[in-house]
């Protein structure tokens, strides 16, 4: 007797990059959202309270290299979980 089991992968979707953390505004102090890909690509973002503009920085393209290690990982695990249930 088999008995099939049906697994939905969608949850294992993730991308790191789409991550938020909080950088503090050198101006004025505030805390602000950015996401780790906006760190990645090393953007200019302006201040939610004061409107000054904060560049990004991934210091030797370690964030970089840390959200496609994830990113990869994520997808290997998804595509070992649909081969089991295939």
């Avoid at 949850?11 to 990059?17: E, P, V």
């Avoid at 990004?56 to 070992?80: I, M």
């Amino acid at each position: 007797m088999s008995i099939r089991i049906e697994v939905d992968a969608k949850g294992l979707d993730f991308d790191l990059g789409k991550e938020k953390i909080k950088v503090e505004c050198p101006e004025c102090k505030t805390e602000n959202a950015v996401s780790l890909g906006q760190l990645q690509r090393q953007e200019q973002v302006k201040c939610m309270k004061c409107g000054a503009t904060m560049r990004l920085g991934d210091v030797n393209g370690s964030v970089g290299k840390t959200v496609t290690a994830v990113n990869s990982a994520f997808d290997e695990l998804k595509n070992a979980v649909r081969e089991t249930c295939d």
